[in-house]
């Protein structure tokens, strides 16, 4: 119950108006993130007015720290849209909680397998029997890498394998020669300064969607089209491209509901 209570009096503070007078829009970042509740207001109020504007509604945003207030604000369906990394928590809210796809951000997200670049490694054929540094266990990025590495033939359960805090760290096991390869999301502030550093990056996984955005199952259709095409004529209008390089992506792509239900199982260990 206290849970609970503090997830709907954050959601309140932020809304000004209460969940009844407005629409929600969750937004996680994941561990990655760092902004706080009213820096993340104000990068992601430009979305939720142009989701508003659609459907002829106020859209208010609310702050999801925790994984937990994200998953328990599906499964409550207290959250009328949410956008999240990492990208499982929407895939989650498709096939468990009865969200629909809206769409999701390009570029797509990628595990990149990265190595310093003095390395001997050159391929993911030299990775095998080499130390490998992930981030911690129970990450995204980690299960995804791994998913990657499993389709490439290597079993992470039969390498030596160091699990660190956050993917910064990878990048400190690599340089300081703890170990030899690392796996890192292509989305992150490790990815794009690596190879502009002089390192190297020796393979790139499938695409996956990335920072996918749901919305409620009581949201009826024609209003789901309405925001899709809002959110397609982003990159034609100044005042879209803002909301975008606000946001920090490209476009976004609402065509990605098969990809995006297909995730898990991958993940999971499907094809």
Request: hydrophobic content about 40%; charged content about 25%; glycine content about 10%.
């Amino acid at each position: 119950m206290k849970k609970k209570w503090m997830f709907a009096l954050a959601a309140l503070a932020f809304s000004g108006a209460g969940w009844s007078q407005s629409l929600v829009l969750g937004v996680s970042e994941g561990t990655s993130g760092g902004l706080d509740h009213a820096r993340v207001i104000a990068k992601y109020q430009g979305l939720a007015d142009v989701i508003g504007k659609a459907i002829k509604q106020k859209v208010e945003v609310v702050f999801l720290r925790e994984f937990s207030n994200l998953e328990e604000g599906m499964k409550e369906h207290r959250l009328d849209f949410v956008i999240a990394r990492p990208s499982d928590y929407p895939a989650r809210g498709l096939r468990d909680y009865g969200y629909k796809f809206v769409a999701s951000a390009k570029p797509d997200g990628q595990c990149h397998i990265i190595v310093a670049k003095d390395s001997p490694v050159k391929t993911l054929a030299d990775v095998k029997g080499r130390k490998i540094a992930l981030p911690e266990q129970a990450a995204y990025m980690t299960k995804f890498c791994i998913a990657e590495l499993r389709d490439q033939g290597i079993d992470v359960k039969r390498e030596a394998v160091q699990y660190v805090r956050e993917q910064g760290a990878v990048a400190f096991y690599l340089n300081n020669k703890f170990a030899d390869v690392g796996g890192v999301a292509s989305y992150s502030g490790v990815a794009a300064k690596w190879e502009k550093d002089g390192n190297r990056v020796i393979h790139k996984s499938r695409p996956q969607p990335y920072f996918p955005l749901i919305a409620s199952g009581k949201l009826p259709e024609a209003k789901i089209s309405a925001i899709q095409s809002a959110l397609a004529a982003l990159p034609k209008e100044e005042s879209g491209q803002e909301v975008l390089k606000t946001i920090g992506i490209k476009e976004f792509d609402t065509t990605g509901e098969k990809r995006l239900l297909e995730l898990l199982t991958w993940l999971a260990g499907g094809s």
